[in-house]
């Protein structure tokens, strides 16, 4: 007696469900990779590239310890 016909075996036809659940599994799987992978790096916020700024103008010295606070402040308010 074929072994398909063996209790416990799934034979052709379910040897074939399986092949078709794997391709299925596989193409979820490379489709997941690919729309996360074109995600790339988000912008930053324009609240961010304000701090930013006020933090590099800082740093240079063109802004006091004063202005830098006031105007750190405004802009915690603000987002």
């Given at each position: 007696?074929?072994?398909?016909?063996?209790?416990?075996?799934?034979?052709w036809?379910?040897?074939?469900?399986?092949?078709?659940?794997?391709?299925?599994v596989?193409?979820?799987?490379?489709?997941?990779?690919?729309?996360?992978?074109?995600?790339?790096?988000?912008?930053?916020?324009?609240?961010?590239?304000?701090?930013?700024?006020?933090?590099?103008?800082?740093?240079?010295?063109?802004?006091?310890?004063?202005?830098?606070e006031?105007?750190?402040?405004?802009?915690?308010?603000?987002?």
């Open positions: 007696m074929p072994y398909w016909h063996y209790p416990g075996t799934m034979g036809a379910g040897g074939i469900g399986m092949l078709v659940l794997m391709a299925l596989l193409a979820a799987l490379v489709t997941l990779t690919v729309v996360l992978g074109r995600r790339g790096p988000q912008p930053p916020s324009p609240g961010d590239t304000a701090r930013r700024i006020l933090d590099e103008r800082f740093a240079r010295g063109e802004i006091d310890q004063e202005e830098y006031h105007r750190r402040d405004a802009l915690t308010r603000t987002e």
